[in-house]
């Protein structure tokens, strides 16, 4: 399967292999080229012929230049079938379904929040009585790192932005009540090893309720670039270890969980982290060709493999680029599956995809003016074919959202899919000179970023070098002095500020020392009533499964039959493989 050529070589030369048929008439271009000259030099400005194409300066912007005005010339070898189809049907542009949002909308899935397991359990069946199609689970500060709430390290964080998880019962306390074998649960583990200890708490929850695996739906994140390059942590283990605990992951839970997303290749948190939106895109796509290309080595057909893999994208504030960006990046997941890949299933094809609209262009002054930016945010994501959304509270530049900001953000939603009747027409920009002209750009820029980490070894060596921290680290420096000199304009802080700007009153979720005590307690009850020398025995066979090449996820799901602890999982996986120092370079 792997010739020794980049993905770039091998679309080129499969592409440049097939036959097709330009849409537009050689003649009529011709024609249109020599008038659209005279139109340039005698109607338009002198100013603006000079400045033709200028290039926005946005949040988190790709820094695309785009011309005063586009034709047919800006896209002359369009061919239909090839580059766009129809909906439903190869290279999937136009959406994964042939009646996208007229059969089903996208899943309304907004994040539960911060809070005990007990106040989140409220807050997803809130959600879900207001109209929600699925939960969306936020783990604190705590869990996240991995730490239980008992530990020195987690002072201060428990439960703050997110919901903490020590255990097994602490997913049943959050679950409680909800049809786990009817609704969807994304839960948000970020890393890989987070994901080998915290998904199996969700199963061996399922297991002590009754429900077999085969019913359950959802995602993970499970992504190796989240744990070695986006989070900051007092320990990492070294990325290569941390890609094969990924796909360990990836491996059992197709086997075993058969209807469930086993990654979502997080381009989001990378992009909120600092990186234009074609490297959010390269980075989550050459992870899931190394992906494809570690399970071939484990005997995995990527047909099988594929069926199940997920993207996770950030929308930003330039609207039509973040049209552009998910159609492009559907017809390029499309083409390495199929001519990379030799994918034969067309749904093994699907780039499929949640939005959560983007945090980090969310301001603290005037914080209502975020309920428009979001808006924005999540009509492109609806435009450009999102399976799955999460639209962020105007509050969130504070805090996590409030009940209040939180409903507000489903209503936002609610009002897209059913008053603005965007959902009655699939893909309904298509053929815009200007969207197909930049859906093109856009799917060009990404390859050509694949296409250097390729030619560097692949993802996992780009970021153990640092190469990865050192892109983001130079596009976060150059952006935030854009923001402080005005080049990027934002309203009501740097843009029509108020003279007169009052910081508002906000509510923020504060850190409940009560809440701390009661899950030390329950710690502290756990570990008394279990059977330590199961416990203990298990914790051993994670460490050896980690040494000796098993797949962890099978040990760690022992481990939480056995009542282990997140703190304790965390700890034996660092035994096993060692800590790493990320490379960050100046």
């Given at each position: 399967?792997?010739?020794?050529?980049?993905?770039?070589?091998?679309?080129?030369?499969?592409?440049?292999?097939?036959?097709?048929?330009?849409?537009?008439?050689?003649?009529?271009?011709?024609?249109?080229?020599?008038?659209?000259?005279?139109?340039?030099?005698?109607?338009?400005?002198?100013?603006?012929?000079?400045?033709?194409?200028?290039?926005?300066?946005?949040?988190?912007?790709?820094?695309?230049?785009?011309?005063?005005?586009?034709?047919?010339?800006?896209?002359?070898?369009?061919?239909?079938?090839?580059?766009?189809?129809?909906?439903?049907?190869?290279?999937?542009?136009?959406?994964?379904?042939?009646?996208?949002?007229?059969?089903?909308?996208?899943?309304?899935?907004?994040?539960?929040?911060?809070?005990?397991?007990?106040?989140?359990?409220?807050?997803?069946?809130?959600?879900?009585?207001?109209?929600?199609?699925?939960?969306?689970?936020?783990?604190?500060?705590?869990?996240?790192?991995?730490?239980?709430?008992?530990?020195?390290?987690?002072?201060?964080q428990v439960g703050t932005v997110g919901v903490p998880i020590d255990c097994v019962e602490d997913m049943e306390k959050i679950y409680k009540d909800i049809p786990i074998e009817k609704i969807s649960a994304s839960i948000v583990t970020h890393y890989p090893r987070n994901t080998s200890?915290?998904?199996?708490?969700?199963?061996?929850?399922?297991?002590?309720?009754?429900?077999?695996?085969?019913?359950?739906?959802?995602?993970?994140?499970?992504?190796?670039?989240?744990?070695?390059?986006?989070?900051?942590?007092?320990?990492?283990?070294?990325?290569?270890?941390?890609?094969?605990?990924?796909?360990?992951?990836?491996?059992?839970?197709?086997?075993?969980?058969?209807?469930?997303?086993?990654?979502?290749?997080?381009?989001?948190?990378?992009?909120?982290?600092?990186?234009?939106?074609?490297?959010?895109?390269?980075?989550?796509?050459?992870?899931?060709?190394?992906?494809?290309?570690?399970?071939?080595?484990?005997?995995?057909?990527?047909?099988?493999?594929?069926?199940?893999?997920?993207?996770?994208?950030?929308?930003?504030?330039?609207?039509?680029?973040?049209?552009?960006?998910?159609?492009?990046?559907?017809?390029?997941?499309?083409?390495?599956?199929?001519?990379?890949?030799?994918?034969?299933?067309?749904?093994?094809?699907?780039?499929?995809?949640?939005?959560?609209?983007?945090?980090?262009?969310?301001?603290?002054?005037?914080?209502?003016?975020?309920?428009?930016?979001?808006?924005?945010?999540?009509?492109?994501?609806?435009?450009?074919?999102?399976?799955?959304?999460?639209?962020?509270?105007?509050?969130?530049?504070?805090?996590?959202?409030?009940?209040?900001?939180?409903?507000?953000?489903?209503?936002?939603?609610?009002?897209?899919?059913?008053?603005?009747?965007?959902?009655?027409?699939?893909?309904?920009?298509?053929?815009?000179?200007?969207v197909e002209a930049l859906t093109n750009k856009i799917e060009e820029l990404i390859l050509g970023e694949i296409d250097e980490i390729e030619k560097m070894g692949g993802l996992v060596d780009v970021v153990d070098s640092g190469w990865l921290h050192n892109k983001a680290s130079r596009?976060?420096?150059?952006?935030?002095?854009?923001?402080?000199?005005?080049?990027?304009?934002?309203?009501?802080?740097?843009?029509?500020?108020?003279?007169?700007?009052?910081?508002?009153?906000?509510?923020?979720?504060?850190?409940?020392?009560?809440?701390?005590?009661?899950?030390?307690?329950?710690?502290?009850?756990?570990?008394?009533?279990?059977?330590?020398?199961?416990?203990?025995?298990?914790?051993?066979?994670?460490?050896?499964?980690?040494?000796?090449?098993?797949?962890?996820?099978?040990?760690?799901?022992?481990?939480?039959?056995?009542?282990?602890?997140?703190?304790?999982?965390?700890?034996?996986?660092?035994?096993?493989?060692?800590?790493?120092?990320?490379?960050?370079?100046?």
């Amino acid at each position: 399967m792997d010739s020794g050529k980049t993905t770039k070589e091998i679309l080129k030369e499969k592409l440049a292999s097939e036959k097709g048929t330009p849409l537009y008439n050689p003649e009529a271009l011709a024609k249109m080229k020599t008038d659209f000259e005279v139109w340039k030099n005698t109607v338009v400005m002198e100013k603006d012929r000079k400045n033709w194409e200028v290039t926005p300066k946005t949040i988190m912007g790709s820094d695309i230049p785009r011309g005063l005005l586009y034709t047919p010339i800006d896209n002359e070898n369009l061919d239909y079938e090839k580059d766009l189809g129809f909906s439903g049907q190869e290279p999937f542009t136009r959406g994964l379904h042939a009646n996208m949002y007229r059969g089903r909308t996208w899943t309304l899935r907004q994040l539960s929040a911060a809070g005990s397991p007990e106040e989140v359990n409220n807050r997803l069946k809130m959600l879900l009585e207001r109209g929600a199609t699925g939960t969306n689970l936020a783990l604190d500060l705590a869990t996240v790192q991995m730490f239980d709430s008992d530990e020195p390290e987690s002072l201060g964080q428990v439960g703050t932005v997110g919901v903490p998880i020590d255990c097994v019962e602490d997913m049943e306390k959050i679950y409680k009540d909800i049809p786990i074998e009817k609704i969807s649960a994304s839960i948000v583990t970020h890393y890989p090893r987070n994901t080998s200890i915290v998904f199996p708490m969700y199963l061996v929850m399922a297991e002590r309720r009754g429900v077999s695996w085969d019913k359950l739906t959802g995602s993970v994140q499970n992504d190796f670039i989240m744990e070695s390059v986006v989070r900051s942590a007092s320990e990492y283990i070294p990325p290569r270890d941390d890609f094969r605990v990924q796909c360990d992951n990836i491996e059992f839970i197709r086997k075993y969980v058969p209807r469930w997303n086993f990654i979502t290749l997080n381009g989001y948190n990378l992009r909120e982290w600092g990186t234009s939106g074609i490297t959010e895109m390269a980075v989550a796509i050459a992870n899931g060709i190394e992906i494809l290309k570690d399970m071939g080595k484990r005997g995995y057909d990527p047909d099988w493999v594929g069926e199940r893999l997920a993207f996770f994208w950030s929308p930003a504030n330039d609207f039509f680029e973040e049209v552009a960006r998910l159609r492009a990046v559907r017809r390029l997941w499309y083409r390495i599956m199929k001519y990379r890949f030799n994918c034969k299933n067309p749904r093994s094809m699907w780039s499929k995809c949640h939005v959560q609209t983007s945090g980090v262009s969310l301001m603290r002054e005037e914080p209502m003016t975020n309920v428009a930016r979001s808006a924005y945010h999540a009509m492109a994501a609806a435009l450009g074919g999102a399976q799955s959304l999460h639209v962020d509270g105007y509050d969130e530049a504070y805090s996590v959202p409030s009940d209040v900001a939180n409903l507000l953000a489903l209503r936002t939603q609610q009002v897209i899919e059913a008053e603005t009747q965007i959902t009655q027409v699939v893909d309904p920009l298509a053929g815009s000179f200007y969207v197909e002209a930049l859906t093109n750009k856009i799917e060009e820029l990404i390859l050509g970023e694949i296409d250097e980490i390729e030619k560097m070894g692949g993802l996992v060596d780009v970021v153990d070098s640092g190469w990865l921290h050192n892109k983001a680290s130079r596009f976060i420096q150059r952006e935030q002095k854009m923001m402080e000199d005005g080049t990027i304009k934002i309203v009501a802080r740097n843009y029509f500020r108020d003279p007169n700007l009052e910081m508002p009153e906000i509510w923020v979720k504060e850190y409940d020392p009560v809440l701390t005590k009661a899950m030390a307690d329950k710690l502290a009850r756990v570990r008394s009533q279990r059977n330590n020398e199961k416990a203990d025995n298990t914790i051993n066979a994670l460490i050896a499964a980690c040494k000796q090449g098993g797949n962890v996820m099978a040990a760690t799901v022992e481990c939480a039959r056995a009542d282990v602890t997140v703190g304790e999982m965390r700890r034996a996986f660092v035994k096993a493989f060692g800590l790493w120092k990320t490379p960050i370079f100046a």
